[in-house]
């Protein structure tokens, strides 16, 4: 079935440095969503994507969606010590399913 | 505004004991509802999904089972209780605000089963 995978696994970085990570799919996909998820808690959607090539940012998170359709990147610009927590890219499988990346874990050191 | 409510938020049950996880869905009328369950320190594995009342679709075999008695309710259940059934149980839904609010989460059960 569809899969989606997430690189990397997990980053440990300074704040202040700036955060890529992406995502890959098996299969074309016509919407992407990035979420983070905090310790405890459910995932919160900060990011949607609907089309080939849409650059959307929302403050210092930055999502494009691959021209491929196949893949998908988020950026976080100066990172601050709010930012930890596991990132999911997720995406639609058929009608009504959505399926979800394996997480990018992000801890920053202040 | 739609909001999401899942409830108990922790709940401690010994292996063989029955289950009962409630969601529920305010400000919107037939959304799409689904159960996810997150293993500690892994991704998101969904385990069902309804478009409707009485509506239920199963991704993975286990001894769990969902149900949907209302439209803005479901309700993941179990007989017996596992100790691989031990994790962070998600409501999730869609509705008609998507895609512009994409898939929202409630705030999650977490379940521990000894």
């Known amino acids: 079935g569809q899969q989606l995978n997430q690189s990397p696994q997990s980053m440990f970085i300074q704040e202040g440095e700036d955060v890529s990570m992406n995502c890959t799919s098996s299969s074309i996909f016509n919407t992407w969503l990035w979420y983070k998820q905090e310790p405890g808690e459910g995932p919160v959607l900060l990011i949607a994507l609907y089309k080939a090539g849409e650059l959307t940012s929302n403050g210092r998170l930055t999502a494009q969606f691959g021209i491929t359709r196949k893949d998908s990147f988020l950026n976080i610009s100066a990172s601050i010590p709010s930012d930890v927590g596991i990132y999911f890219c997720?995406?639609?499988?058929?009608?009504?399913?959505?399926?979800f990346g394996t997480g990018t874990r992000l801890k920053v050191l202040a | 505004s739609q909001t999401i409510h899942q409830w108990p938020a922790t709940l401690v049950q010994p292996v063989g004991s029955p289950l009962s996880l409630e969601c529920t869905v305010e400000g919107t009328s037939n959304p799409n509802l689904y159960w996810y369950r997150q293993a500690a320190g892994r991704g998101l594995q969904l385990l069902f999904y309804?478009?409707?009342?009485?509506?239920i679709s199963s991704e993975v075999p286990q001894n769990l089972s969902a149900s949907r008695p209302q439209d803005r309710q479901f309700i993941l259940s179990s007989k017996k209780l596992l100790l691989s059934d031990s994790g962070f149980y998600l409501c999730?839904?869609?509705?008609?605000?998507?895609?512009?609010?994409?898939?929202?989460f409630g705030p999650g059960t977490r379940l521990t089963v000894l």
């Open positions: 997720a995406g639609p499988s058929g009608t009504y399913k959505y399926i």
């Open positions: 999730a839904w869609i509705g008609l605000a998507a895609p512009t609010n994409g898939f929202a």
């Open positions: 309804s478009v409707g009342i009485g509506q």
